[in-house]
């Protein structure tokens, strides 16, 4: 399965249009979307259909779960916020939002979704964790002094050991890739990546 997983739009329709475009050309089979699609929910259009794949997603901390249910309805994709999709034996689950911003989650509200997907996933042979927010204790937590990683990602990664985990969030950190434990733990950013498995 080829992903193009991405981040941080941030309601930007000519990088979604230049995003779909790659997904073409790379003919990958899903797109994985962690969060702020919108810039503070001012506009929906042409960040989502725009793609011909599968679209699988979670809200950021500039959008509300809602409008992330919205996205996923209406073009036909999943939200992961406390779900799982599994597909060709790997399991996505996810946890949007961030533990900042309008629409933040505590430390164990984060960690209570993430574990409620991992519920959902656990016969899968491969598991990809899908975040906004980045696990706290990482490099690219150090990136920036007022967004703050997740201990309550941590803590999941710690206790699931996904194989892969997306995220995003903190755009210093775009494309930076390091291991906790077994877990290969990816900042997508806005450029997007594209994994092989």
Not at 67 to 78: M, N, R, S, V, W
Not at 166 to 183: L, P
């Amino acid at each position: 399965m080829k992903i193009l997983a991405v981040g941080d739009i941030h309601g930007d329709r000519d990088l979604a249009r230049e995003l779909a475009e790659r997904a073409d050309l790379e003919q990958v089979d899903l797109v994985v979307i962690c969060g702020d699609i919108t810039q503070n929910e001012e506009s929906t259009d042409n960040l989502i259909g725009i793609f011909k794949q599968k679209v699988l997603l979670v809200h950021g901390n500039h959008e509300s779960l809602a409008t992330a249910d919205f996205l996923a309805e209406l073009y036909d994709g999943k939200n992961l916020h406390g779900y799982a999709m599994n597909l060709q034996d790997i399991a996505f689950f996810g946890c949007g939002s961030a533990n900042i911003g309008l629409f933040q989650l505590s430390e164990d509200e984060i960690f209570k979704t993430l574990k409620k997907g991992f519920n959902y996933s656990k016969a899968a042979k491969k598991k990809i964790m899908i975040t906004h927010v980045h696990p706290s204790k990482t490099l690219m937590e150090n990136f920036s002094k007022f967004v703050p990683g997740s201990s309550g990602v941590k803590k999941a990664v710690d206790e699931f050991q996904p194989d892969i985990l997306f995220c995003s969030h903190v755009h210093e950190a775009e494309g930076i890739e390091e291991k906790i434990g077994k877990t290969t733990v990816i900042n997508v950013g806005r450029k997007g990546k594209i994994i092989e498995i």
